[in-house]
């Protein structure tokens, strides 16, 4: 375990990423490693602000990303807050692109031993990771991946399978 010296979480800031955070920062406490919480700003998000500039609409795309950065750099503080961890662990960065292309390249470049993700609450097994992102993440990572599951998805996921089991009787 102590290899484990740099650890990548990626954040959304869903209703879960707080306790995706106090969940990898659990871990890496012991472990004496880096938190490395980064937020992807999807590309495509950049390119509605392009159309929308060339409709004639004041919208300027550098103002966009500041203001987003900001937002979040005050969200990510107040979660903070909430977390036992040492300030000078922490690392956040921002990157635009495609959120899974970002996030590999990202983990590979920086030489990150774990990433830390959560799971959404959808109704089908299937699509329980948290969408495609996480889909694309956990096929082509070439670094551990630990998948979070709250209570409540836990509780969720455990009662699908006790049903299929009750069906199989």
Do not use: C, W
């Amino acid at each position: 375990m102590s290899d484990f010296k740099k650890i990548m979480v990626p954040l959304a800031f869903s209703a879960f990423s707080q306790d995706i955070l106090q969940f990898a920062a659990k871990l890496a406490k012991p472990l004496d490693a880096e938190l490395i919480l980064i937020n992807v700003i999807n590309e495509r998000d950049i390119e509605t602000v392009q159309v929308i500039t060339s409709f004639g609409y004041e919208v300027d795309e550098e103002h966009y990303l500041q203001q987003l950065q900001q937002q979040r750099i005050g969200m990510l503080e107040e979660m903070m807050k909430k977390v036992d961890f040492p300030e000078e662990q922490v690392r956040f960065v921002f990157k635009v692109g495609r959120p899974a292309s970002t996030l590999l390249k990202f983990a590979v470049k920086e030489n990150v031993d774990m990433i830390v993700m959560g799971i959404k609450a959808k109704s089908e097994l299937v699509h329980a990771f948290t969408g495609s992102v996480a889909e694309k993440l956990f096929r082509r990572s070439p670094v551990t991946i630990v998948s979070y599951r709250d209570e409540h998805n836990a509780g969720r996921l455990r009662k699908r399978i006790l049903k299929d089991m009750d069906r199989e009787k």
